[in-house]
């Protein structure tokens, strides 16, 4: 008996445990869906630059086209371009459309390198930001001094040089392939700069030297913290109600005496965990470089760390909860090589400037180099591009050779003594020869930037060493660190979500890589080649959301490995096939016209104050409104017998055009299209008066049917405030 009473025991203990097993990993499940949808509820834009490509070198004093597209959970307002730490232009999504909202700015490059960045901030206020890219501006590129100029719809050649005073011979000759008749919009038109035109395009700062500032002088200092392990983050991630407000007024200081810098910024939340401090450079990744601690209250902090590397840097700070984080603005900084020498050289530079063959007899040519053991790197890179020989040819300037990478980074040497070694091969008809192998070792005296020659019977190479760190950046994107493997084996999963209705759904990217995460500071997924995302040293993965790019529909991601002056070379590409762009609908509130108007104090035929609704239902809900009846508002005066454009009226109201547009998604598998019209007579100290109210259901259409469709709608209504007329708009805009 006494041990049936034991067996039953154990039974019941092991039942126990099985139920609260079930339990907790149910209780975890649950967890991990609060938290996700919480996450995504409060998710922030994401916003990328697509053009120019991240290290492209363009002319060098013009004005470039830049190109950037964001997403977000809610619609996004506007995208702003920051070039060096000063914002360059807005573009402002005056339809409030739903999806990915695509901007286009001009920005005006001067010689040497630059940093691009788009933020982006949707209808709540959250802000994104995008991985800075650097463009370097080269005289080189182009002896011709040119404005790069986007058409309208509908301009001709003619047309833009009379609207810039330019003579019409000179932009015919500078666009030949364009024609006379009408452009498309979005067409660059290459232009002259005129000679009285003196504007000149920012110059990056020369230091970042200047003492101590006095005007916070209560400004609290903040200490290094480790960021929240897992579960700590999981649990902020719960109990956080909001995200937090993004910092502000950031002010960088480098301090002379003891080598450090002080950056100083605006605490606006009383919200967040920790802050992120964020640095990117001219052939440097962004990457983290500090979390520090928040204070308790709101106000002016600020924090400590060694000056970088000689350079070129952007800094932001970021304010971080377990929902997710909002950053500053970003602080352009010069760092000069004659500032705190011992931080000055990581890395060197070794830059390939010139080969030449010496052997008449070869049909063309190639060489190999590897610098310190690392994998050897092809002169020129394409494996199918060659340099031509031949007695008489002058020594190929590589440096304006468009195959291949120049220049090449590598961690300074324990000997301090840098050692090369290639060879060159050539082609003879059809045989191919070694015409000779070579090495040379480069002593730290040496690395002085001076040209210096590899000399062998057959050919020649010139080539300069340089301490990684002068204010005169060259080369592409980052720079590439030879001695670390690439990350491997991408995966590529489609959650079956959406953080937005109206995107695609949400996919995890996943990768592997081999290697001491001590060494590295991140990663950089790519998209179609552009830094698209960055995650921490301990992260394999990242959510993103693939974009809606009607024109190029199938993507390649890609990811590199970040290191403190580089990154490796990128993984193997994925390629994710998009779906074809929703269609989309343009609503256009046209124009108004007025018979009666009645004011209920003055009687028939006199002014009324009027504000507008305008509102369009589809796969989502887009509204806008045009004055507002109560309190200060702005409202917009109407008489009887007149008709007024919806233009007009939002710009007198608003200051912007466009105002009286909608554009709306159709769902293909509930494909309708519903409108919605109200407009009120504004009366003081009583109920407002209606003039209009409109609620129309356009006929439900196969998705097929709606490709190509336009209409015109006319509305009549006589209401309290008057009889009116007026014009809507309809048309499908283009697709794929």
Same mark, same amino acid.
């Given at each position: ?102 901007g !286009?700015?001009? $920005? #005006? %490059? ?9 933020? =982006? +901030?949707?209808?709540?206020?959250? *802000? ?27 301009d ?11 003579d ?34 920012? !110059?990056?700062? $020369? #230091? %970042? ?9 209560? =400004? +609290?200092?903040?200490?290094?913290? *480790? ?25 960088p ?10 950056l ?9 965990d ?14 983290v ?9 709101t ?15 952007s ?9 997710g984080?909002?950053?500053?603005e ?29 052997g ?15 994998p ?14 031949g ?46 192998q ?17 000399d ?197 109201l ?20 519903q409108?919605?019209f ?5 009366d ?29 709608v ?23």
């Amino acid at each position: 008996m006494e041990k049936k009473k034991k067996l039953a025991w154990v039974w019941i203990l092991v039942i126990s445990l099985i139920v609260l097993s079930c339990f907790a990993a149910v209780l975890y499940r649950v967890i991990k869906l609060v938290i996700a949808d919480k996450r995504t509820q409060n998710s922030t834009p994401v916003v990328q630059i697509t053009s120019p490509n991240a290290g492209e070198t363009v002319p060098a004093n013009t004005s470039i086209l830049v190109n950037a597209t964001a997403t977000g959970r809610t619609p996004i307002m506007r995208i702003e371009l920051w070039l060096d730490g000063q914002i360059v232009e807005q573009s402002f999504n005056q339809a409030a459309s739903s999806g990915a909202f695509d901007g !286009q700015f001009m $920005a #005006s %490059v001067a010689d040497g390198g630059h940093l691009l960045v788009a933020r =982006a +901030v949707d209808q709540d206020g959250l *802000i994104g930001q995008s991985v800075p890219i650097p463009v370097y501006g080269s005289s080189l590129v182009n002896d011709m001094t040119t404005l790069v100029y986007p058409a309208k719809e509908g301009d001709t050649l003619g047309g833009i040089a009379n609207d810039f005073g330019l003579d019409i011979e000179t932009v015919n000759g500078m666009n030949p392939a364009l024609g006379a008749g009408g452009l498309a919009g979005g067409t660059v038109v290459n232009l002259p700069i005129r000679d009285d035109d003196n504007t000149q395009p920012q !110059q990056p700062p $020369a #230091s %970042v030297i200047q003492p101590e500032p006095i005007a916070i002088p209560d =400004a +609290v200092l903040l200490p290094a913290v *480790i960021p929240p392990n897992p579960i700590a983050a999981a649990w902020g991630a719960l109990t956080a109600l909001k995200l937090p407000q993004a910092p502000s007024d950031l002010r960088p200081v480098a301090i002379a005496a003891d080598c450090r810098m002080s950056l100083y910024w605006l605490d606006n939340s009383d919200s967040e965990d920790y802050f992120r401090v964020w640095m990117a450079g001219l052939g440097v990744p962004a990457r983290v470089i500090a979390t520090v601690s928040s204070s308790t209250h709101t106000g002016p902090v600020w924090y400590r760390f060694d000056i970088p590397p000689a350079g070129i840097y952007s800094f932001w700070v970021e304010a971080v909860n377990g929902l997710g984080a909002q950053p500053s603005e970003i602080e352009w900084v010069g760092v000069p090589a004659t500032q705190c020498k011992q931080y000055t050289a990581a890395y060197l530079e070794l830059e390939v400037t010139k080969i030449r063959s010496l052997g008449g007899q070869y049909d063309r040519y190639y060489c190999y180099l590897s610098v310190e053991g690392a994998p050897e790197r092809r002169f020129p890179a394409d494996d199918s591009q060659f340099f031509f020989g031949g007695w008489f040819m002058e020594p190929t300037d590589i440096t304006m050779y468009l195959y291949g990478n120049n220049v090449i980074s590598i961690p300074i040497p324990e000997d301090d003594v840098l050692n090369l070694e290639g060879e060159c091969l050539a082609w003879i008809g059809d045989n191919l020869i070694p015409i000779g192998q070579f090495s040379k070792s480069v002593p730290s005296s040496s690395w002085d930037g001076a040209e210096q020659v590899i000399d062998e019977p057959s050919f020649k190479i010139s080539f300069t060493v340089n301490p990684f760190g002068s204010m005169e950046a060259k080369g592409e994107y980052t720079y590439m660190d030879e001695f670390l493997k690439p990350a491997y084996n991408l995966k590529d999963v489609d959650t079956g979500r959406r953080g937005n209705p109206f995107l695609p759904t949400d996919h995890i990217l996943t990768w592997e890589w081999d290697g001491n995460e001590k060494d590295i500071t991140g990663f950089t997924v790519h998209l179609n080649d552009s830094p698209y995302k960055i995650v921490m040293p301990n992260e394999r993965q990242v959510l993103y959301t693939p974009t809606s790019d009607c024109a190029a529909p199938d993507q390649y991601i890609s990811v590199s490995v970040n290191t403190n002056h580089g990154e490796t070379v990128l993984s193997d590409y994925i390629k994710h096939n998009q779906k074809p762009c929703p269609l989309q609908l343009e609503i256009q509130f046209v124009s108004i016209e007025t018979g009666e108007t009645y004011d209920s104090f003055e009687g028939k035929c006199d002014q009324i104050e009027t504000y507008f609704n305008f509102t369009a239902w589809g796969a989502n809900t887009v509204t806008r409104n045009l004055g507002v009846g109560s309190g200060y508002s702005v409202r917009y005066p109407m008489v009887c017998n007149s008709k007024y454009l919806f233009n007009d009226i939002g710009y007198a109201l608003t200051r912007k055009r466009n105002m009286d547009k909608l554009i709306v998604q159709i769902d293909p598998n509930n494909p309708y299209l519903q409108i919605g019209f109200f407009g009120w007579d504004y009366d003081w100290g009583t109920m407002n008066d209606p003039l209009i109210i409109e609620k129309i259901l356009v006929d439900v259409l196969p998705v097929d049917n709606w490709q190509g469709f336009e209409d015109e709608v006319e509305l009549r209504n006589t209401y309290e405030a008057g009889s009116t007329l007026t014009i809507i708009r309809i048309k499908a805009l283009p697709g794929p």
